[in-house]
């Protein structure tokens, strides 16, 4: 299974990008989809995941900014991200889980800039 993250860039606050993951060999139906973000020094938090079939879930941070989408057909996730703040700023990854079980496949990061 690989994940590939791609969308990051600089923007100013306020500003909107959309991350994308193309998610490849994996053709379990009962998974999950997730984006994370790290910063140096700190802990990865989650930020917004969905499993098929079932509601997104969002960090309060997000909430109202973020949305987490994909296209099954494509093997794509994406997460738009609007409002952004300097907060944001994060080294983000996508990941996938089958249903109950932890994340297990990871990519290797975008990042995203807000200044």
């Known amino acids: 299974v690989q994940l590939v993250e791609s969308g990051g860039g600089s923007v100013q606050p306020e500003g909107s990008l959309r991350l994308s993951c193309v998610v490849s060999?994996?053709?379990?139906?009962?998974?999950?989809v997730g984006w994370f973000r790290q910063t140096p020094g700190k802990e990865r938090e989650g930020v917004a995941a969905?499993?098929?079939?079932?509601?997104?879930e969002y960090a309060d941070s997000v909430k109202g900014r973020f949305t987490i989408s994909g296209d099954k057909a494509k093997n794509m996730v994406y997460l738009q991200m609007n409002s952004l703040k300097s907060e944001d700023t994060a080294l983000y990854y996508c990941?996938?889980?089958?249903?109950?079980?932890?994340?297990?496949?990871w990519g290797q990061g975008t990042q995203v800039t807000v200044s």
């Open positions: 969905a499993c098929y079939g079932g509601p997104p």
């Open positions: 990941a996938t889980a089958e249903v109950g079980l932890p994340w297990l496949y």
């Open positions: 060999g994996d053709s379990h139906e009962r998974i999950c």
